[in-house]
């Protein structure tokens, strides 16, 4: 709903800080912004909060990682079980969300229960293996505050992780190698988000979801 800034509100912020918070939908008067120009009033974009869950010192991933989320559906299934083993080696606590045989599964639902334990903050990250791994990143996608990638190597992996803060990974388990896939959740795992530029833009990928909800 699109906020209305008239001269009334300049009058009111005359008497306070002399500042107005609008949005991307705020209409300002012809009169209002006239006479905001003439008393010394600023306009000032207010920036969308984040979605829930994130949190740290950039104030879009958790750090240090401790809890991986993991699923898989039925294509995925071998390639979750032996990765389970390794994240579970390599130190982490594992929460597997299933599926627990090869029988066929719908992965939407899957991903969504991996999506929504990040999303939570039940897990800092979260892991996802279906057959090619693209529909469990779409899939994913789908909840505010997910930043899922569809990753094939160590490469795209860090990528990921440092330039966009993807805090979802899928992978094919039809595919990909298992070899390939060991050291590409190694390396989602162990590496952080970016520096100040790579966030500013990560913040405009989440506020388009503000966008449209």
């Known amino acids: 709903m699109s906020k209305l800034i008239t001269e009334a509100d300049v009058r009111k912020a005359m008497r306070g800080n002399r500042q107005i918070e609008i949005g991307k939908n705020s209409i300002v008067t012809p009169l209002a912004r006239?006479?905001?120009?003439?008393?010394?009033?600023k306009f000032v974009e207010?920036?969308?909060?984040?979605?829930?869950?994130?949190?740290?010192?950039?104030?879009?991933e958790r750090w240090p990682?401790?809890?991986?989320?993991?699923?898989?559906?039925?294509?995925?299934?071998?390639?979750?079980?032996?990765?389970?083993?390794l994240?579970?080696?390599?130190?982490?606590?594992?929460?597997d969300v299933g599926t627990m045989s090869p029988n066929p599964v719908d992965y939407p639902d899957i991903a969504?229960?991996?999506a929504e334990m990040v999303a939570e903050g039940k897990a800092e990250l979260g892991i996802i293996v279906d057959g090619v791994g693209v529909g469990s990143?779409?899939?994913?996608?789908?909840?505010?505050?997910?930043?899922?990638?569809?990753c094939?190597?160590?490469?795209?992996?860090r990528n990921a992780r440092e330039h966009n803060y993807?805090?979802?990974?899928?992978?094919?388990?039809?595919?990909?190698?298992?070899?390939?896939?060991?050291?590409?959740?190694?390396?989602?795992?162990?590496?952080?988000?970016?520096?100040?530029?790579?966030?500013?833009?990560?913040?405009?990928i989440l506020q388009i979801q503000d966008k449209y909800r």
């Open 34 to 41: 006239d006479l905001a120009q003439e008393k010394g009033v």
């Open 152 to 157: 094939n190597g160590c490469l795209e992996a």
């Open 87 to 95: 994240i579970k080696d390599l130190g982490y606590r594992v929460h």
């Open 46 to 60: 207010k920036t969308p909060p984040l979605p829930a869950g994130l949190s740290g010192e950039s104030g879009l």
């Open 112 to 114: 969504l229960q991996v």
């Open 166 to 204: 993807a805090n979802v990974l899928t992978l094919g388990g039809r595919t990909l190698g298992i070899e390939i896939a060991r050291e590409t959740v190694k390396t989602f795992l162990s590496t952080r988000g970016g520096e100040a530029r790579h966030q500013r833009r990560v913040r405009k």
């Open 65 to 85: 990682v401790k809890n991986v989320a993991l699923g898989a559906d039925h294509g995925g299934y071998y390639m979750k079980e032996d990765l389970k083993k």
């Open 137 to 150: 990143a779409m899939a994913a996608n789908k909840v505010p505050g997910i930043l899922a990638a569809k």
